[in-house]
């Protein structure tokens, strides 16, 4: 398949992704049709196959060798190594929407760092017991403890 071809299919693949989370988001969080949906919008993404680091950098407007490089510094997943490298597409769609966000927000420069932070910290906030933490914050429940 060409690398035309390819990307335009993973386009189209992001583009059905994003509705479906766009959706889902309009939904309270405890809406189990919320749940469904961003399961699906997953379940569709896990399907994807693997993809060329050079599909990739089309996704993300960026040479195939700066794709090489954010997969080998973690930024993207390697999904396969041989008999060639291809890129996890669900991180490929996470990465992208902050690639986007960023070009919007005028950042152009420094993207690796501070793309790689923004994951860091969406890490830190998929964290079950930090969600918990902060939901028992947000009641008033805990005490204040304070070094002395």
Same mark, same amino acid.
């Given at each position: 398949m060409s690398i035309v071809t390819e990307t335009q299919q993973l386009r189209d693949l992001f583009a059905e992704i994003e509705v479906i989370e766009e959706v889902a988001e309009t939904l309270p *969080?405890?809406?189990?049709r919320r749940l469904r949906l961003?399961?699906?919008a997953e379940k569709r993404l896990a399907?994807?196959?693997p993809v060329?680091?050079?599909v990739a950098g089309e996704l993300l407007e960026l040479t195939e060798k700066t794709v090489r490089a954010w997969a080998s510094e973690g930024v993207l997943t390697i999904a396969q190594v041989d008999p060639t490298l291809r890129i996890d597409v *669900?991180?490929?769609?996470q990465v992208r929407l902050l690639v986007e966000d960023l070009r919007q927000a005028g950042r152009s420069r420094g993207l690796l760092d501070e793309v790689h932070r923004r994951l860091s910290d969406q890490a830190l906030l998929d964290r079950l017991?930090?969600?918990?933490?902060?939901?028992?914050m947000?009641?008033?429940e805990g005490r204040v403890v304070r070094r002395v």
């Open positions: *969080r405890n809406d189990d961003l399961s699906l399907g994807a196959l060329r680091p050079a *669900r991180r490929l769609h017991d930090l969600a918990e933490s902060l939901e028992q947000n009641r008033g």
